[in-house]
């Protein structure tokens, strides 16, 4: 998914306010963390992901891995939580600017 510089600043913007939504503990990306993962995006669109795993590298090639399985567009980092946004084309629910 191709967003603007402007675009990301909108959405960086807009997730500065959420919580995570969901948590990835110890065991990593198991099939129902997934699973949630994916509920959970289609309905929000954009949404804070925590990543309470290991060290650095492991944290970022656990958020590699999920933004290629779900087809995630990452748009921010910062420790351990991660700002995700996937357009939801039947219901479009944040709006791109």
Known sequence: MNLTQAQLRHLRGLGH?????????GKGLTESVIEEIDSSVNHHELMKIKLNVGDRDVRDQLLEELCQRLELRLIQRVGNTALVFRR?????RVALQ
């Open 88 to 92: 939801n084309p039947d219901r479009p």
């Open 17 to 25: 306010k959420l919580k995570p939504v969901v948590t990835v503990g």
